[in-house]
C-alpha cells in the first residue's frame, strides 16, 4: 500500500494556501481594552462564543484573559470546555444553559449555565440537591421574546420564601433586542424592565448590555456587559461610524487572470454581459467557504433589485465580482487593474482592513456576525501580535 504524505512539509503552509485568515491578536485585544473602557464602572467581558466569531477560540480566547477578561460567554458546554484551559481562574458563562448528561463537564470544568427556562431550572435545582451548591447565572426575558424566564415568574421567584436555598444565582441577564438602533423605543422598554428585575435580585449582579447596548450610555451597563462582535471589529450600532479596529482579514489565492472580449458572458447562467474587453481574476473562493453566493456580482435577486454587489481589493484596487460565486470559485474583474499589479498566485483580499467585513455582509444582504462565524473549513490561518 502506497504512504501518503498528509501534512504540508515544504515551506509555510500559509504562504502557498489556497485561502488564508490573517487573525490580529493585537487588534482583539486593544477592542477588548476599549470595550472595558466604553463600559465604565461595569466589569466588561468576553463573548466568544461560535469559536470567538470563526476567529478561534483558543488563541482569542488565551488573548482576551492575559488582557484582563475574567468573565467568559460561550454557546455551548462544549465551547466552554474548550475555552477553560485558556482562561483558567475566569468564570465561564454557558450561555444556553445545562441539559441532563452534561453535569460532569459543567461540574468538572466549573463552568457557569445560565439558566433560561422552568424546566432547566427543575433540572439545575434537583441536581444541585443531589451534587452540592454550584454558581449559575438566570437568564430573564424582558421582550426579546427568545430565551429566558418570563419576567413575571421571575420576580415572583425572586420574592418567594419557599424557594430552595440553593436558588441562589451569582448573575442575571437580560438580553436586547434593538440596542444597534439607539433609537429604537424598545430599548428603553427593556431597560425598564430589567430595573426591575435588578431591584428585585438586590445583591446578585446584573448584565443587560452586549456591544451594541455598551454603546447606549452607563444607564444599560449595570455590573457586567458582554460584549461579542466589537471585539472582534465587526459595527455594533447600525449607521454609526465604526470606532473598532478591524481584526479579520480574508484572503484568496488568484488560480488564473484570463481574458475576455466585449459581449462574453462570465460565470453561471451567463447573466453577466461584458460591455468591453476585460481581464479576469478567478479566487479560490465560493460559497463553500462562507463567501456566499449572494455576494454575486449578477444573476441574483438582489442584483435584480438594484443593490450592488461585493468588492474585493488587491495591491491598491478595489475590484468587483463579475457574475455569479460558485461553489469554490469567485471572479473578479480587474481590468482597471494595471498588467503588472496582478496575476496568478497573488492574494485577493476579500475583507480585511480595505474592505471592512460589514460592507461585505452588506452586499451579502447580511450582516458581519454572519460573514465571519460562517467562514468554512479551508482557511490556513495566521495569528498575530504586536508585542508590547
Known amino acids: 500500500m502506497t504512504d501518503f504524505d498528509d501534512t504540508f512539509s515544504d515551506g509555510d503552509e500559509f504562504d502557498h494556501a489556497p485561502l488564508r485568515l490573517t487573525v490580529d491578536l493585537g487588534a482583539l485585544a486593544d477592542n477588548w481594552r476599549d470595550m472595558k473602557k466604553r463600559s465604565g464602572k461595569a466589569r466588561a467581558a468576553a463573548v466568544v462564543k461560535a469559536d470567538a466569531y470563526g476567529m478561534g477560540i483558543e488563541d482569542c480566547g488565551t488573548t482576551l484573559y492575559h488582557a484582563g477578561a475574567r468573565d467568559f460567554f460561550v454557546a455551548t458546554v462544549a465551547e466552554g470546555v474548550t475555552l477553560r484551559p485558556h482562561a ?3 468564570r465561564i458563562f454557558v450561555l444556553s444553559g445545562i441539559w441532563p448528561g ?6 468538572n470544568n466549573d463552568l457557569v449555565p445560565v439558566i433560561a427556562s422552568e424546566e ?13 451548591d454550584h454558581p449559575f447565572a438566570l437568564h430573564v426575558d424582558t421582550g426579546f421574546n427568545r430565551l429566558g424566564l418570563p419576567l413575571e415568574d421571575a420576580l415572583f421567584l425572586a420574592e418567594d420564601i419557599s424557594r430552595p436555598a440553593s436558588f441562589d444565582p451569582v448573575l442575571v441577564l437580560s438580553h436586547l433586542a434593538c440596542a444597534d438602533t439607539p433609537s429604537a423605543a424598545m430599548n428603553k422598554v427593556q ?7 435588578s431591584a428585585a435580585f438586590e445583591g446578585v449582579e446584573s448584565s443587560l448590555s452586549a456591544s451594541a447596548g455598551i454603546f447606549l450610555g452607563p444607564d444599560y451597563h449595570f455590573d457586567l456587559t458582554r460584549p461579542g462582535i466589537a471585539l472582534y471589529g465587526g459595527e455594533a450600532v447600525n449607521d454609526v461610524a465604526n470606532p473598532m479596529r478591524p481584526v479579520a482579514k480574508a484572503e484568496a489565492r488568484i488560480i488564473q487572470v484570463r481574458e475576455a472580449g466585449e459581449g462574453q458572458t462570465v460565470s453561471y447562467g451567463g447573466s453577466f454581459l461584458l460591455k468591453r474587453a476585460s481581464r479576469l481574476a478567478i479566487a479560490s473562493v465560493g460559497y463553500a467557504d ?4 449572494s455576494l454575486s456580482g449578477s444573476g441574483i435577486p438582489l442584483r435584480e433589485m438594484g443593490y450592488g454587489g461585493a468588492y474585493g481589493f488587491i495591491n491598491g484596487h478595489r475590484v468587483p465580482v463579475a457574475g455569479r460565486v460558485t461553489m469554490d470559485l469567485t471572479i473578479f474583474d480587474v481590468t482597471d ?3 503588472n499589479a496582478v496575476r496568478a498566485g497573488d492574494y485577493i483580499e476579500l475583507f480585511g482592513p480595505n474592505v ?3 460592507e461585505v455582509a452588506r452586499a451579502a444582504g447580511t450582516i458581519g456576525y454572519e460573514m465571519l462565524t460562517g467562514l468554512g473549513l479551508r482557511y490556513a490561518r495566521q495569528y498575530l501580535f504586536d508585542e508590547e
Open 290 to 293: 462562507g463567501y456566499q453566493r
Open 191 to 197: 431597560l425598564e424592565s430589567f430595573r426591575r428585575v
Open 102 to 107: 452534561q453535569e460532569n463537564h459543567v461540574f
Open 120 to 132: 432547566q431550572l427543575a433540572f439545575w435545582m434537583s441536581t444541585l440537591a443531589e451534587r452540592g
Open 337 to 339: 487593474v494595471p498588467d
Open 88 to 90: 483558567p481562574e475566569a
Open 356 to 358: 471592512p467585513v460589514d
